[in-house]
């Protein structure tokens, strides 16, 4: 009698109706597959996994040489600014590691002096030369202290900017002239590099700005031909375009003192052909005038016919010194070795002939035509 088995329930909901039926061994090789399926994907997966962590180690090595690349170059800034740094001192702080008791004595001294003077000169009268000044390049002028209180003066020649050069200052304008002050020394204790940067962009903008300015120190001819001479070796080394300077400026109309310093000094005549100077006498001058003006209009390269003397002259010497700058400025970039030093020196001082920079400022200008400020 056959064993009756115990009847078995299922459960309809977990029932698949689309499933085939299989025996024994398909169903076997089904799980078989099932896990080789299996194990493939997570092969698969491992893999993915294992290019992602490469990718990721090889961004981590890129990011890794990036920051080392840009460490290295921030050395390299470092490194230059260190340079710089050990070049330049900062503004104020004296040339000499030690200045001594002497240097600081004297100083005091000076800056006592500065001081009483130009309180003295800004409200009672004058120690010096209230008209000593020259135009050294167009619309800058060099002075002496004293120039820079004579209002009258200061408005006739259409100032409206003031360099002074001092170690103590105080204004004697504040309100109607735009002032830069330098404090500096005039001795082998002060370094005038660190202002050169301020001076030349202070410098530049007023000639921008179609304004004119005014240099001045205590005599006009150490500390303020120094700040100059670092602007002109600004404009030689291509940092200002001399074709931005207004040479036609009808300010200079009046500027009869001027025009007379230069020409009572020497004029240009023709003999045979050939010119030769002759020096005037003041006390003629008046009765000489025409005649002078006649003999210089002949000379084309010198001076152009007169019409109103005044405004011809002064417009003449600017356009003259922009080219005698370009004539610089070409031979710089012939040779940028080239020492010129002595031929802005002789610049300048064919139009303010007291120029002379103190040695030590000497170097520190000559210093300018190999290191760019």
């Known amino acids: 009698m056959e064993e009756t088995k115990p009847l078995e329930f299922l459960d309809a909901d977990n029932i698949d109706f689309n499933a085939e039926l299989l025996d024994g061994d398909e169903s076997n090789n089904e799980l078989e597959d099932i896990n080789t399926t299996e194990a493939e994907e997570a092969d698969e997966a491992e893999a993915a996994e294992d290019a992602e962590d490469a990718e990721e180690a090889e961004d981590a090595e890129e990011a890794e040489d990036a920051d080392e690349a840009e460490d290295d170059a921030q050395n390299e800034i470092q490194e230059l600014e260190e340079k710089k740094n050990n070049y330049a001192i900062e503004p104020n702080e004296m040339a000499l590691d030690e200045p001594g008791f002497f240097y600081n004595l004297l100083h005091i001294l000076d800056d006592i002096y500065v001081y009483g003077r130009t309180v003295i000169e800004n ?3 004058n120690l010096s030369n209230n008209v000593d000044f020259n135009l050294v ?14 209002l009258e003066l200061l408005q006739e020649l259409g100032i409206t900017h003031i360099i002074t050069v001092l170690p103590t200052f105080n204004p004697p304008f504040p309100d ?4 830069l002050h330098i404090q500096a020394y005039d001795d082998d204790t002060q ?3 660190p ?9 530049s903008d007023v000639l921008i700005q179609q304004g004119k300015l005014l240099i001045h120190c205590m005599v006009g001819r150490s500390r303020s031909v120094s700040i100059f001479m670092a602007f002109l070796i600004h404009v030689i080394q291509g940092y200002f375009n001399q074709s931005l ?18 020409i009572g000094k020497r004029t240009r005549v023709i003999a045979d052909g050939t010119a030769s100077v002759r020096f005037v006498n003041e006390s003629n001058h008046n009765k000489q005038d025409k005649k002078d003006n006649e003999e210089i ?3 084309e390269y010198l001076q152009p016919e007169f019409g109103n003397k005044f405004r011809k002259f002064i417009n003449y010497k600017k356009d003259l010194m922009l080219r005698e700058i370009e004539k610089l400025i070409e031979k710089y970039k012939d040779n940028k070795k080239v020492d010129l030093y002595l031929d802005i020196l002789g610049y300048v001082k064919k139009y303010r002939a007291i120029a002379c920079p103190n ?8 210093m300018l035509l190999t290191y760019k400020v």
Do not use: C, H, M
């Open 359 to 366: 040695v030590y400022f000497e170097k520190q200008i000559r």
């Open 191 to 193: 370094n005038l590099e």
């Open 137 to 150: 390049y167009p619309n800058i002028y060099i002075g002496n202290y004293s120039t820079s209180t004579n």
């Open 195 to 203: 202002f050169f940067q301020q001076t030349n962009k202070f410098i």
């Open 123 to 125: 409200n009672y009268f």
């Open 297 to 299: 209009s002949k000379l």
């Open 176 to 179: 109607k002239f735009a002032y």
């Open 245 to 262: 300077v207004d040479t036609t400026s009808i300010n200079d109309v009046s500027n009869e003192i001027e025009y007379n310093k230069f």
